[in-house]
Nanobody
């Protein structure tokens, strides 16, 4: 059973940076689609960054392109989300998600493993 544990959230002023971590365990294959989603109060959960662990595929929501970077450390089984130039509208609960398959969809329903979330708050 895949387990995902996020960390690294916190409070930061606009323009600042945070790095989120997602420690993964329980994968039985190396070709996994990993993603970061976020959900603000009263809004739907949205995907912000996606990557495939066995290749070079990455994809970002338009709202975070050039500011967020998804990456991995295979030795630590950890996926990161580096967030720079943070804006108040980036405030949300951030979730790590995974599926043991290719990154064929960015929909919430495509991912079958989720972490518990980590809160990011950006003040103006």
């Amino acid at each position: 059973q895949v387990q995902l544990v996020e960390s690294g959230g916190g409070s930061v002023q606009a323009g600042g940076s945070l790095r989120l971590s997602c420690a993964a365990s329980g994968f039985t294959a190396t070709n996994n689609c990993m993603a970061w989603f976020r959900q603000a109060p009263g809004k739907e959960r949205e995907g912000v960054a996606f990557m495939h662990t066995a290749g070079t595929y990455t994809n970002y929501a338009d709202s975070v392109k050039a500011r967020f970077t998804i990456s991995q450390n295979n030795a630590k089984n950890t996926v990161y989300l580096q967030m720079n130039s943070l804006k108040p509208e980036d405030t949300a609960m951030y979730y790590c998600a995974a599926r043991s398959a290719g990154c064929f969809s960015r929909q919430v329903t495509y991912f079958n493993s989720w972490g518990q979330g980590t809160q990011v708050t950006v003040s103006s």
